[in-house]
């Protein structure tokens, strides 16, 4: 495939900048040269933290505290124990790393605000405790560190600036490499929604510590490069301010973008500098000169280009909205039809409650989803519907009850393991991941279909790139097959309404569920649209041999669907039967239907 | 009493809207009906300013009211019911009622709106102390319905207001949109239902693509063979 002129700007403007800073010894005097390199050391940080917090959303405000760790865990391993240089700043680096890790476990039970202020108070620890630490660091005074040693030579700064371009260009390719992968698209649906992520199968736990873990890498990394071109650390280089100046390299770069981390960096470690001339008035120009870049670029500068020079391209409408509907000869073949299950029963759900306080949600629910079934759930608002598709996805715990499928008790199981088990889900006031593309929405629904680790993402390996490229067909394929293939490149809070309920159900289809939990699929399509949807639902369940379950207040829509219908109020089955005994049940047709046609 | 001459709008470099044209004349209930992205919504928010229209196209009560920002077109008396109802979910209904009210002050008038919307919506005033977001669905579009009605306004705009409601809770909804058009309330309404929308409004307006695809009297379109074949779908 060739490459978009996009793409080939930006790999150009890449190359360019790489190779001019490869080659700034040659032309810039000592000074420069060593601020250039400062830059660059930033860079680094500031890329973990766009990992964190620009992908996976995790505020944290003390990446200058992984730093110090990743720089005193290397100096002291150099000059202590006679370690070499290069095999010390991997190994501080992996020590910051399980700092992050454990500091990401907090993440799990906390809000975002407690979050940033535990990650903020870990960063005033560190320095604390290398402040008073006399013995081993030097308290504030700092510590000389020898200059990095390479095949028995000893590197001046202007040496080593090459090792700092080298690294630097080699996390840059894995962060990117990690972010166009699998598990980068996870860090991004978690930001975007946990509930969805889980539902899709991401484990919270385990990407939200990653994610730390990376970010406090990529700090100690830089941390360690640090003290080999300063060749002297102290305390104050790690200070908070220095955390909250590496979190503005990252905004005025733009959050969500690698390349935003080396110009933010680039921008915010030469502006001390320019302003050097004027001396007294250098703070206030800083603070004066950014918060006029933050409130003209919201998005950054990275953003700001990327708006103005790469706007969206307009999409044609899938189908005409003049009503006829088109028909997608193409099936996505790459969704294979699962084998039917052996059992008869797919799901059961028996004796099912739950309390929300002092609210019985629901009472005593009992039913079973054949192997071959669209089952359809209908009732009046608040009669428990979408509390009992939170119970069977694994969103909510059920009071009382079991909750099998396909012979395997699954009441305790996790949402993201359920979704691995072949339960997919569409949500009922809608659950997209709005800043990620229409087409990055349905590659996460095939999460638990990759396997990928993050270790084959970050190197790319064949099999990687071989699984992301099938899958990536997959979501493309699953687009047609709902037709919203021309706007696969948009962002999904860009859609219509009716439109992004057509992408929950390929996001939940792109899972290759066994069972797919539909929440009102026809809200917000017009009755047009409603004669495809119809379609689809009959395509996923014979074509696919995916049995449905399904909450609907559309009767035609359920009356013409369904095996079978079974009615909710107030928490309490109120009957289960045939589309059309359900239609003349008296009971049904006072508490839902109303009394004359519907 | 609304007029949009050759309205155009636009999402980034998308063309959401090409030179709509619609009427809305006093007392009347109008309907606005057609696919997914077709522009309904996006024409709603152009209306009440939440979209900038890129000329001084839109009129109400034949005076311009393009480059007015939202707040004060509350004030002139144009209220929108927006799509998803965006409550003010931690807020409870009393306060999110109050909240519709924000742009005018007197706390007398207030009370009497509040006791109207009551007997509107009997259901509102027993769940006053509530948060609205524990409303079940029916009662969240109520309240939403209710909370556009306390700024007073002459024009009702409604994007969607029978989105994932039961048939029973849809028909009372109808049933209040009627009650309140007899009572003097001209309204805009946007709808999936097209049929029910159709049997409600006198004129209706059918977008397609960002543009009006079709307009006329609603007896007459939903009489119209062709209408229902390429509009509504089979029935």
Redesign the interface.
């Known amino acids: 495939m060739k490459l978009p002129p996009r793409k080939q700007v930006a790999f150009g403007a890449i190359a360019l900048v790489l190779g001019a800073c490869a080659s700034a010894p040659l032309f810039l005097s000592n000074y420069p040269l060593f601020v250039l390199s400062l830059a660059i050391v930033n860079t680094i940080a500031v890329l973990g933290l766009n990992l964190v917090m620009g992908c996976a959303g995790q505020i944290s405000l003390g990446q200058a505290g992984f730093a110090a760790i990743g720089a005193y865990a290397t100096a002291l391993l150099v000059v202590n124990l006679d370690v070499s240089y290069w095999l010390a700043v991997p190994l501080g680096a992996s020590l910051a790393a399980i700092c992050g890790y454990i500091l990401g476990l907090p993440a799990l039970r906390l809000g975002p605000l407690y979050v940033s202020m535990v990650t903020f108070g870990f960063g005033l620890i560190v320095v604390i405790i290398v402040q008073n630490w006399y013995e081993l660091a030097n308290g504030p005074n700092g510590m000389v560190v020898p200059p990095p040693v390479f095949f028995g030579r000893e590197l001046f700064p202007r040496e080593f600036h090459a090792a700092i371009v080298a690294v630097a260009a080699l996390l840059f390719l894995l962060a990117r490499n990690i972010v166009d992968s699998k598990h980068g698209r996870a860090f991004i649906a978690i930001r975007e929604s946990e509930l969805a992520a889980r539902g899709m199968g991401v484990n919270l736990a385990h990407y939200k510590t990653t994610a730390f873990a990376l970010g406090a890498l990529y700090a100690g990394i830089s941390g360690g490069l640090f003290a080999g071109l300063a060749q002297f650390i102290n305390p104050d280089a790690f200070v908070f301010p220095v955390s909250i100046l590496y979190v503005t390299m990252a905004i005025l770069g733009g959050i969500s973008t690698l390349v935003g981390a080396a110009i933010g960096s680039a921008m915010l470690t030469a502006l001390p500098e320019v302003l050097r001339g004027a001396a007294e008035y250098k703070d206030f120009l800083t603070g004066f000169l950014l918060l006029q870049l933050l409130i003209f670029l919201p998005n950054g500068i990275v953003g700001f280009v990327r708006q103005h020079f790469f706007g969206v391209v307009p999409a044609k409408a899938g189908y005409s909205s003049s009503g006829r509907v088109a028909t997608h000869e193409v099936l996505p073949t790459t969704l294979q039809r699962r084998e039917r299950s052996k059992n008869d029963t797919l799901l059961k759900v028996e004796s099912l409650s739950i309390s929300f306080g002092g609210l019985k949600a629901l009472q005593n629910v009992n039913l079973a989803v054949g192997s071959d079934e669209i089952l359809s759930i209908i009732g009046p608002n608040g009669a428990g519907k979408t509390t009992l598709f939170n119970l069977i996805s694994g969103l909510d715990r059920p009071t009382t009850g079991r909750i099998v499928l396909d012979g395997a008790d699954i009441t305790g199981m996790s949402a993201h393991s359920r979704a691995r088990l072949g339960i997919a889900r569409t949500f009922q006031n809608l659950d997209l991941f709005g800043e990620m593309s229409v087409l990055d929405n349905v590659r996460v629904g095939a999460h638990t279909r990759l396997e990928s680790s993050l270790l084959q993402a970050a190197l790319r390996t064949g099999a990687q790139r071989a699984e992301e490229a099938r899958y990536c067909d997959v979501a493309m394929d699953l687009l047609r097959f709902v037709g919203l293939e021309p706007y696969a490149n948009q962002k999904a809070n860009s859609l219509a309404f009716g439109h992004q309920r057509l992408l929950e159900m390929a996001r939940a289809l792109a899972s290759a569920p066994k069972l797919l939990l539909l929440d009102e699929p026809a809200a917000g399509l017009s009755s047009s649209e409603l004669d495809f949807l119809m379609v689809l639902i009959r395509r996923i369940h014979e074509e696919f041999g995916i049995s449905v379950l399904l909450i609907g207040h559309t009767m035609r829509l359920v009356m013409t669907l369904s095996n079978r219908v079974i009615v909710l109020d107030h928490g309490v089955q109120l009957a289960d039967g045939l589309p059309a005994e359900i239609q003349r049940n008296s009971r049904v047709i006072e508490a839902y239907l109303g009394t004359d046609d519907a | 009493m609304l007029e949009l001459d050759n309205v155009n709008a636009y999402?980034?470099?998308?063309?959401a809207l090409k030179n709509v044209s619609l009427h809305v004349d006093e007392g009347k209930i109008v309907s606005l009906?057609?696919?997914?992205?077709?522009g309904k919504?996006t024409t709603v928010r152009t209306i009440v300013g939440l979209n900038r229209s890129t000329a001084n196209d839109i009129r109400f009560e034949g005076r311009p009211i393009g480059r007015i920002p939202p707040h004060k077109i509350v004030r002139l008396g144009i209220a929108m019911v927006p799509?998803?109802r965006e409550l003010f979910p931690d807020m409870k209904v009393i306060d999110n009622l109050e909240m519709g009210g924000y742009s005018r002050a007197n706390a007398a008038e207030m009370r009497r709106d509040l006791d109207r919307i009551y007997s509107l919506f009997p259901v509102l005033a027993e769940r006053r102390k509530n948060r609205a977001g524990a409303?079940?669905?029916?009662?969240q579009q109520m309240l939403a319905i209710g909370r556009a009605l306390m700024s007073h306004p002459r024009l009702l705009l409604l994007d969607?207001p029978t989105?994932?409601?039961?048939?029973?809770?849809?028909?009372q909804i109808f049933g209040t949109l009627r009650k309140l058009n007899q009572d003097g309330m001209t309204i805009l309404l946007i709808e999936?239902n097209?049929?029910q929308a159709l049997k409600l409004s006198e004129y209706s307006y059918m977008l397609?693509?960002g543009r009006v695809?079709l307009q006329g009297r609603s007896a007459v379109l939903s009489a119209d063979p062709t209408v229902q074949?390429?509009?509504?779908?089979?029935?």
């Not at chain 2, 999402?11 to 063309?15: D, L």
């Not at chain 2, 989105?163 to 028909?171: D, W």
């Open positions: 999402y980034g470099r998308i063309h009906l057609g696919a997914n992205g077709a919504t799509e998803r409303l079940s669905g029916g009662q969607e989105l994932g409601l039961a048939p029973l809770i849809v028909k999936q097209a049929n397609e693509n695809a074949r390429s509009y509504l779908g089979s029935i």
